[in-house]
């Protein structure tokens, strides 16, 4: 599999692959996207993520922002395990992690 193959990409509103540090600005501003399009909420399935880093923990906080300043609400689903971990370690659960 190819460097860029690798990557995260959005297929609808699912994050597919791993987000990585070159293409970090094309993954958050694919989101920033499909929040300016939403009504009020937006759900971003987590679920296809292949990798779980700190790179996708801020991705999300990004994505988090951006909704809060455009006066819309995301919502983070399918969150993988070893993402949740990285989360509750860095106190973020009250803000990402709506089912807790």
Do not use: C
Request: aromatic residues 10%; glycine residues 12%.
């Amino acid at each position: 599999m190819s460097e860029q193959a690798a990557d995260s990409r959005f297929d609808g509103r699912r994050l597919h692959g791993r987000v990585r540090f070159g293409g970090f600005a094309a993954t958050r501003a694919e989101g920033e996207r499909l929040i300016d399009a939403a009504q009020g909420e937006v759900e971003i399935d987590l679920g296809g993520l292949s990798y779980s880093s700190s790179l996708a923990v801020g991705a999300m906080v990004a994505w988090y922002r951006y909704a809060f300043h455009q006066g819309k609400v995301v919502h983070f689903s399918n969150v993988p395990p070893e993402l949740r971990k990285i989360i509750v370690v860095s106190g973020l659960q009250e803000f990402l992690l709506n089912d807790e």
